[in-house]
């Protein structure tokens, strides 16, 4: 049968219909791009660059060690309240919170640390090479917490509203022994434990770097004590050190499960070269993403701790006094996941993508361990672009302008297509 021209259109039309591939459904952070309220946020951002720079010298020259952040939390604080955000406190723990509302479905912690690894005699001078800006602190994790000061500008100059709430942080404790007090409190016990749905934790030097799995940990200082003596006229009594000795080969020998680590990292005691000590200590530090592994572990390390301590008794004179240990949990960070599958990994994929990096995904202990243990999805994004955390010399944060710029409005684009813009 001879096909007529119109009716041989329609066939070819529909075969290439069926043939051609659905057209990929628009992401958030797309359609959050393609906003008026991006673009004039994002234009905004570009045009404070500067201001954002010196923000975060101002505050990373302002000491912060882990567990002495308040008067670094007053000055964030302050610097709040001058952008005009709503309900700026600084809670129970230290913790700086405020609130940029929306229309309530929801709210989107976005949180920065204000602690650094540095204790408060070390040398905060800025020094500058071209487009890098060394200091310590600056990059891990003052900028951070400028970023939130840029955010909260460019979202008010641009009109721009979201469907959640806003709550952003300045947090305290993320380093070190800080064991993650202050996201631990935030979630535990502040006034906004049961409001935030999503989180973002602003930290890191790496664009592409999304993390989206929770390194859990567990921490542990273990004293060994005893009588002591002249190690001449009282040889033979017994030695807290031989018995930490005995410990730490015999942790050094321990196999642990397939992803999990185990680290004596500080071993001390004794005061001289003649004298059997009074005292030994170390500090022990686990981890895994499993939390079945971490307890296994601290149960291997409390019996290992104990057996030392008794073997040391039964292989030296007690006559003077016995060998105590006392094991003391100085750390406990929960582990956590969200899924690769979530919204909010995707979201952040997608942010991290559209603007020039080719996003990864990896595992680290941050402030989003937290709500990740609790079932809260939760990412870290990078706060800044640079390297050197946690060397006094090195840490420096890169403004070259095109890339600064672009890892600005990355952040722009995930706070806002989290928060439902």
């Given amino acids: 049968m001879k096909v007529q021209p119109v009716a041989a259109a329609c066939l070819a039309a529909a075969v290439a219909a069926v043939a051609a591939p659905p057209a990929a459904a628009e992401t958030d952070v797309e359609r959050v791009m393609r906003s008026p309220a991006y673009q004039a946020a994002a234009a905004h951002l570009d045009a404070d660059r500067g201001r954002i720079v010196e923000e975060a010298i101002a505050l990373q020259q302002i000491p912060a060690p882990t567990g002495q952040e308040a008067r670094k939390a007053q000055a964030f604080a302050d610097m709040l309240r001058a952008q005009g955000l709503r309900d700026v406190a600084i809670d129970a723990e230290g913790n700086v919170t405020a609130v940029r509302p929306g229309r309530g479905r929801g709210m989107v912690a976005v949180v920065a640390h204000l602690d650094t690894v540095f204790p408060l005699d070390t040398d905060l001078t800025v020094r500058r090479e071209g487009d890098r800006i060394f200091a310590p602190g600056l990059a891990d994790d003052s900028h951070g917490l400028a970023v939130l000061l840029g955010l909260a500008r460019a979202l008010d100059a641009a009109g721009a509203t979201h469907d959640a709430d806003l709550l952003f942080v300045g947090s305290v404790g993320e380093e070190g022994l800080g064991d993650l007090r202050g996201v631990k409190h935030l979630l535990g016990a502040g006034p906004y434990r049961d409001r935030i749905t999503r989180f973002i934790a602003l930290d890191g030097t790496d664009p592409a770097e999304i993390v989206n799995r929770g390194l859990g940990s567990k921490r542990y200082r273990v004293t060994f004590t005893g009588p002591g003596g002249h190690s001449y006229l009282a040889f033979g009594t017994v030695n807290p050190v031989y018995a930490l000795a005995d410990a730490t080969t015999r942790l050094a020998r321990l196999r642990v499960p397939r992803g999990a680590t185990l680290n004596v990292g500080v071993v001390q005691g004794g005061t001289a070269v003649n004298a059997i000590p009074t005292r030994a200590e170390m500090q022990v530090d686990m981890r895994s993403l499993e939390r079945a592994h971490l307890d296994a572990l601290e149960r291997r390390l409390l019996r290992i701790v104990r057996r030392a301590a008794r073997d040391e008794n039964r292989?030296?004179?007690?006559?003077?006094?016995?060998?105590?240990?006392?094991?003391?949990?100085?750390?406990?960070?929960?582990?956590?996941?969200?899924?690769?599958?979530?919204?909010?990994?995707?979201?952040?994929?997608?942010?991290?993508?559209?603007?020039?990096?080719?996003?990864?995904?990896?595992?680290?202990?941050?402030?989003?361990?937290?709500?990740?243990?609790?079932?809260?999805?939760?990412?870290?994004?990078?706060?800044?672009?640079?390297g050197?955390?946690?060397?006094?010399?090195?840490?420096?944060?890169?403004?070259?302008?095109?890339?600064?710029?672009?890892?600005?409005?990355?952040?722009?684009?995930?706070?806002?297509?989290?928060?439902g813009a």
């Fill in 315 to 386: 292989a030296r004179s007690t006559k003077s006094g016995r060998i105590e240990v006392t094991p003391v949990k100085v750390g406990d960070r929960p582990s956590g996941v969200t899924k690769a599958s979530d919204p909010l990994v995707r979201i952040a994929r997608d942010a991290v993508a559209a603007h020039g990096w080719t996003p990864r995904l990896s595992t680290q202990s941050t402030d989003a361990n937290v709500p990740m243990s609790r079932g809260i999805p939760a990412v870290t994004l990078a706060s800044g672009l640079g």
């Fill in 388 to 419: 050197g955390e946690h060397a006094a010399a090195e840490e420096h944060l890169d403004v070259e302008p095109g890339a600064h710029a672009r890892q600005l409005r990355m952040n722009l684009a995930a706070v806002l297509a989290a928060a």
